[in-house]
């Protein structure tokens, strides 16, 4: 039981590039969620998934694009990187709490 | 205004010296409070979980709940260094499934 895995662990891109971060969980959740921590901003939601197939705005969508594979999967999309999306992604899963994955460090050069 | 106030700190103490970490919400739909504990490069990891007011108690550990002040509190007992990490408060609405967190607290405990 590996709970919420993310990959990759860290990547550099420079700015314009594109990537995706993969998140996955074997809890059997239905929720799940991208999140991203920034110093002295906390946790800022960018995009949650309520059920398989459904997929809504947090506080900071702009600039991402998500997908809900299926149950176990949620990939966050940077289609055109910015150096203000260089932070720390976080994938969680929520049934009555959240789980959280161990993040990956992105930096827009 | 925010929906969770959470002090960022830093907070820095003795070793063990009891501790209060401290969150404040507005919404009083909030039905369940969460303390996560996050050490540096890593993810949040909950600490402790409870849906009504009162005290819940977990070793050195005591989550309190008042939610007629709306007010949260986690108390850490005898502190120790392996304590130091940055508390975040999180809570959930009864119908959404949503958490909101505050900004974390930081905190050091040294020898």
């Known amino acids: 039981n590996a709970g919420v895995t993310q990959t990759p662990k860290f990547q550099v891109l420079k700015t314009g590039q594109s990537m995706t971060l993969q998140c996955a969980q074997d809890?059997?959740?239905?929720?799940m969620y991208w999140y991203r921590q920034d110093p002295g901003m906390g946790l800022r939601l960018i995009y949650y998934?309520?059920?398989?197939?459904?997929?809504d705005k947090g506080e900071v969508p702009n600039g991402y694009n998500v997908s809900r594979l299926n149950k176990r999967e949620f990939s966050l999309r940077l289609e055109s990187a910015a150096p203000s999306q260089t932070s720390v992604y976080f994938c969680?899963?929520?049934?009555?709490?959240?789980?959280f994955g161990p993040g990956t460090r992105l930096l827009v050069l | 205004q925010k929906e969770v106030e959470q002090d960022p700190g830093p907070l820095s103490v003795p070793e063990g010296a009891i501790v209060s970490l401290n969150c404040t919400y507005s919404?009083?739909?909030?039905?369940?409070f969460m303390w996560y504990r996050q050490y540096s490069r890593k993810g949040p990891e909950l600490l402790m979980y409870?849906?009504?007011?009162g005290n819940k108690e977990d070793g050195r550990f005591t989550a309190q709940v008042d939610k007629s002040s709306k007010y949260i509190s986690l108390f850490i007992r005898d502190s120790q260094p392996s304590d130091s990490a940055t508390y975040l408060c999180?809570?959930?609405?009864?119908?959404?499934?949503?958490?909101?967190f505050g900004a974390g607290t930081r905190l050091a405990v040294h020898p």
């Open positions: 969680a899963s929520l049934r009555e709490t959240q789980y």
């Open positions: 809890m059997n959740h239905n929720s």
């Open positions: 998934s309520a059920s398989e197939g459904t997929t």
């Open positions: 919404n009083s739909a909030f039905q369940y």
């Open positions: 409870t849906y009504s007011s």
């Open positions: 999180a809570m959930l609405s009864g119908g959404y499934n949503k958490l909101i």
